[in-house]
T-cell receptor, first 113, second 113 residues
């Protein structure tokens, strides 16, 4: 059974600081997604990572994928309050056939002034 | 604008009652999904459908039923057999087999009266 684990689950940061969220998964997959969710809202897609060594960046967020280690990271640079949200990673279980995603538990990020 | 519409936004269920959550998309996506989200947890897959008139159980299908009579529509019924239905329900869609991320609706919050 595919398991996806994120850590930390809660993260309180000061503005201007850097931090990394980790996403480990238990079986082979080369397709991983990062989503953002604001409280009570829907999920917004942030990144799609499709191969070993893939790196994507958007603003203060950078995501990477190491399929051999079964690890993805979401790095936050110089955090600002607007980044406060819950971040989920999700792994495609059907490997290039699309379909089922298995989600991590989410990391609740709070950026304080 | 293309998107996914979930209704209602809030729903209350009485003891022994079945309730149906609506999900409609105009993105011309083949695949549709239902997820359940409990407070502080990730999303868990209830049912998914990759083509009309076909659907598969996800990880927590017990107490739920779905239909897929039209490409645009994927309603979810929460039956009286689901003893703990209080949760946030999210519908998603995607192009079957594609790498693009799943696109999510705004969710329905279901509570027990």
């Amino acid at each position: 059974e595919l398991k996806v684990e994120q850590n930390p689950l809660f993260l309180s940061m000061q503005e201007g600081k850097n931090y990394t969220i980790y996403c480990n998964y238990s079986t082979t997959s080369d397709r991983l997604y990062w989503y953002r969710q604001d409280p009570g809202k829907s999920l917004e897609s942030l990144f799609v990572l499709l191969s070993n060594g893939a790196v994507k960046q958007e603003g203060r967020l950078m995501a990477s994928l190491d399929t051999k280690a079964r690890l993805s990271t979401l790095h936050i640079t110089a955090a600002v309050h607007d980044l406060s949200a819950t971040y989920f990673c999700a792994v495609d279980m059907n490997n290039n056939q699309g379909g089922k995603l298995i989600f991590g538990q989410g990391t609740e990020l709070s950026v304080k002034p | 604008d293309g998107g996914i519409t979930q209704s209602p936004k809030y729903l209350f269920r009485k003891e022994g009652q079945n309730v149906t959550l609506s999900c409609e998309q105009n993105l011309n996506h083949d695949a549709m999904y239902w997820y359940r989200q409990d407070p502080g947890q990730g999303l868990r897959l209830i049912y998914y459908s990759q083509i009309v008139n076909d659907f598969q159980k996800g990880d927590i299908a017990e107490g739920y039923s779905v239909s897929r009579e039209k490409k645009e529509s994927f309603p979810l019924t929460v039956t009286s057999a689901q003893k703990n239905p209080t949760a946030f329900y999210l519908c998603a869609s995607s192009i079957s087999g594609a790498i693009q991320p799943q696109h999510f609706g705004d969710g329905t919050r279901l509570s027990i009266l």
